[in-house]
T-cell receptor, first 116, second 119 residues
Framework: DGGITQSPKYLFRKEGQNVTLSCEQNLNHDAMYWYRQDPGQGLRLIYYSQIVNDFQKGDIAEGYSVSREKKESFPLTVTSAQKNPTAFYLC???????????????FGPGTRLTVT | AQSVAQPEDQVNVAEGNPLTVKCTYSVSGNPYLFWYVQYPNRGLQFLLKYITGDNLVKGSYGFEAEFNKSQTSFHLKKPSALVSDSALYFCAVRDMGMYSGGGADGLTFGKGTHLIIQP
């Protein structure tokens, strides 16, 4: 899982509550990403950030928010507006903006969120 | 738009036999192609990538993949399977033409193939 940490590993919340998932990397990577994984659907991009204080929506950003105040941190908030938030969430990073198109992404261990 | 297809949900192979996990892609330009492996309740681990050059790419744990432009395929292979290779495998693509000026969009992933190696 490289130098990316995600906490907690398991998270349980009641419907209607916002929840924030942590992602920290010590790889000195510029770019960071959040993906959602559901069984049989692969990974879908939620948000990504190329540089501090900048981020872009991915394919399924509705109901989620992010911040990038520090290079090493990219927390994801799952809001009450997200219709189906129960999933496995993966954070990733890649080396630099200039070459990140051809560089591999390094993934954290994931957070499994269950909302009831 | 870019897309990836992994036509097999599951592949079963006997230990010691060669294995192949199939991947086909669609991009408007030239592709960057990646293979990742995921063990249960874990993050993804990078195996190998094709950027340019030799069509046969060698990666971690004895895996290799062959880029075939005419068939738009990037199948993952290993000459002799191990029980420990059992996992979920993902193929991913990014359109090279989108990144002439830099950029860091996410990868497009296939839905994954469960590889089961039987002792």
């Amino acid at each position: 899982d490289g130098g990316i940490t995600q906490s907690p590993k398991y998270l349980f919340r009641k419907e209607g509550q916002n929840v924030t998932l942590s992602c920290e990397q010590n790889l000195n990577h510029d770019a960071m990403y959040w993906y959602r994984q559901d069984p049989g659907q692969g990974l879908r991009l939620i948000y990504y950030s190329q540089i501090v204080n900048d981020f872009q929506k991915g394919d399924i950003a509705e109901g989620y928010s992010v911040s990038r105040e520090k290079k090493e941190s990219f927390p994801l908030t799952v809001t009450s507006a997200q219709k189906n938030p129960t999933a496995f969430y993966l954070c990733a990073s890649s080396i630099s903006v200039v070459i990140s198109g051809r560089s591999e992404q390094y993934f954290g261990p994931g957070t499994r969120l269950t909302v009831t | 738009a870019q897309s990836v297809a992994q036509p097999e949900d599951q592949v079963n192979v006997a230990e010691g036999n060669p294995l192949t996990v199939k991947c086909t892609y669609s991009v408007s330009g030239n592709p960057y192609l990646f293979w990742y492996v995921q063990y249960p309740n874990r993050g993804l681990q990078f195996l190998l990538k094709y950027i340019t050059g030799d069509n046969l790419v060698k990666g971690s744990y004895g895996f290799e993949a062959e880029f075939n432009k005419s068939q738009t395929s990037f199948h993952l292979k290993k000459p002799s399977a191990l029980v420990s290779d059992s996992a979920l495998y993902f193929c991913a693509v990014r359109d090279m033409g989108m990144y002439s000026g830099g950029g860091a969009d996410g990868l497009t992933f296939g839905k994954g193939t469960h590889l089961i190696i039987q002792p």
